[in-house]
């Protein structure tokens, strides 16, 4: 329960910044895509925003652990870019207005920074 308090906290400051470059992080549990209540909160949320500003790029970018098979890792990350960008979709954003940047597997972010997709709306 600390560790779900710690993530939803670190959710929702990733979305306070000011003007329309904007950054929201959604996490994952371990080799998970699944998007669990607080991640679709942060993506409805990016949406809301992504509303706000018409004319920019949503840029969906996604990390994976690099933990044993690499390619499946890397699959993983691809599989919650799109995820994620569904879910974009879903809640109001146009699919001509997101790009997708799946991330080659890595450890260096540690165990819960390497599993998590970044949500970025970027004046274009």
Avoid at 2 to 8: G, T
Avoid at 30 to 53: G, I, N
Avoid at 87 to 100: C, F, P, T
Wanted: aromatic share 4%; charged share 25%.
């Amino acid at each position: 329960m600390r560790r779900l308090s710690l993530v939803l906290g670190l959710c929702l400051l990733a979305g306070c910044a000011d003007g329309p470059s904007r950054k929201y992080v959604v996490f994952f549990t371990r080799d998970s895509t699944a998007l669990e209540d607080p991640a679709l909160w942060v993506v409805q949320h990016a949406a809301e925003q992504a509303a706000h500003y018409p004319q920019s790029v949503v840029t969906v970018e996604g990390y994976a652990s690099a933990h044993g098979d690499l390619s499946a890792d890397a699959l993983l990350a691809i599989d919650r870019v799109k995820k994620v960008s569904s879910q974009l979709v879903v809640d109001g954003v146009r699919a001509d207005r997101i790009r997708q940047k799946p991330r080659a597997p890595s450890n260096e972010d540690g165990a819960v920074g390497s599993r998590r997709v970044e949500i970025e709306i970027a004046a274009p």
